[in-house]
């Protein structure tokens, strides 16, 4: 599900798509830092008033340009590329992670909808079975038709309980399906073959440290970082816009004069002009230009320490969840125990006529409101994993590149 939700998620898809600009803006950015080469070629035909002959001219030639870079400009913006390129490729994974951790709590979400379910489905048929007992007892004359109908209308409640609980179902199924663009019978077919929802349990993650090393392996923080130190480098790029720039061209080529059959060919070369041109005046534009990159550079640099803040409130968020699921477990699970006990007992007194309906129904509120509230544990504690895995970078490493 998960494979198949990254293959169909948009936000992947536009986040591969960041990758491939990002890498060719680093190419453009290199590029700048080598001479460019054209070719052109030309042919004409001319008559003049002069001692030369009516001829065709016809010549081709290469002609470089290179603009030497002085003070770092065009170096600054190729690092500045490469910065970015590298968030990229971490927002790509943020994104594999995000739905992943999506898909899985849609998941977990199903599981515990089939749960409840079968718990409201054996408390309808409970209620059912009570309703069933009580019209014998009352058509027996050991019963009040009041008891009679107030059993009737439990079982209803039961049964509408059920219904209602299978349409949630089917809600989940339905964002499964738009989620992983699965068709719902081959999803539905490979929801059944997975096994029961008891077995649905996610593995423990390990994290030796926390939360610096999370800081180190979170895809975003990572990306946060990237944007300042592509910030920084722009900054140094603006300001080496307001030096001198020293640019070189140069060319060779062949040329060719027909006239009365006859072929005159002349090769030619330049080097030159070395051309140094010094900014005067602009109106301050250049002064403009570099205000206004030292400012992305400072939202840059207060974007990452939230990026950062955040990113340590996710876990510590995630563990403190993570441990409070485990410490009410056991206790949820003994209370279960207890007011299951409690209502079989109740019922069997019933049963014998040594409780009221009054009694056993309110001990089978109790007892249903103790079996959800450990299906909703279980799935509290699913989801603080899930929010653990992806509060943790969901595996990336910053050291190995996509």
């Excluded at 718990?119 to 014998?136: G, M, N, P, W, Y």
């Excluded at 602009?282 to 992305?296: F, L, P, T, W």
Aim: one cysteine or more; proline letters at 3%; a neutral charge.
């Amino acid at each position: 599900m998960i494979d198949a939700a990254q293959a169909a998620s948009p936000n992947v898809s536009a986040a591969r798509s960041r990758i491939e600009q990002s890498r060719a803006q680093r190419a453009a950015a290199g590029a700048a830092l080598l001479p460019s080469v054209d070719a052109g070629a030309s042919t004409s035909r001319s008559n003049q008033q002069s001692a030369l002959p009516t001829g065709t001219t016809t010549q081709a030639a290469f002609q470089a340009r290179w603009e030497i870079d002085l003070f770092g400009g065009r170096r600054a913006e190729r690092r500045a590329a490469d910065e970015r390129l590298a968030g990229a490729q971490a927002g790509w994974h943020e994104a594999r992670v995000s739905v992943a951790a999506e898909a899985a709590n849609q998941y977990y979400a199903l599981r515990a909808c089939g749960q409840l379910l079968a718990v409201a489905e054996q408390d309808a048929a409970s209620r059912f079975d009570t309703a069933r007992l009580t019209q014998l007892t009352t058509e027996a004359g050991f019963q009040s038709p009041a008891t009679a109908a107030l059993a009737r209308a439990s079982a209803a409640e039961g049964q509408s309980r059920a219904t209602g609980q299978r349409a949630l179902c089917d809600i989940d199924i339905k964002a499964l399906v738009v989620l992983t663009a699965m068709a719902e019978p081959q999803l539905r077919q490979d929801l059944a073959a997975a096994g029961s929802a008891q077995a649905a349990q996610p593995a423990p993650i390990v994290i030796s440290t926390l939360p610096a090393q999370t800081l180190a392996q979170r895809p975003d923080v990572f990306n946060a970082e990237r944007e300042v130190a592509a910030a920084s480098f722009e900054v140094g790029s603006a300001q080496a816009e307001r030096y001198p720039r020293l640019s070189l061209q140069g060319s060779v080529g062949a040329a060719n004069f027909r006239t009365g059959g006859e072929n005159t060919k002349l090769d030619t070369w330049t080097i030159g002009p070395l051309a140094l041109t010094v900014p005067v005046f602009d109106a301050g534009q250049r002064k403009a230009d570099v205000e206004a990159a030292r400012a992305r550079y400072d939202n840059a640099v207060i974007t990452y320490r939230a990026v950062a803040r955040q990113a340590v409130r996710e876990v510590e968020e995630s563990l403190v969840n993570l441990n409070s699921t485990a410490l009410r477990g056991g206790d949820a699970q003994v209370a279960l125990e207890g007011y299951r006990y409690s209502f079989r007992a109740t019922e069997d007194l019933y049963k014998n006529g040594l409780a009221s309906l009054l009694q056993l129904e309110d001990a089978r509120r109790t007892r249903l409101g103790a079996e959800n509230a450990v299906v909703t544990l279980q799935r509290e504690r699913n989801a603080a994993w899930i929010a653990l895995y992806r509060a943790a970078g969901g595996g990336w490493n910053s050291a190995v590149r996509n």
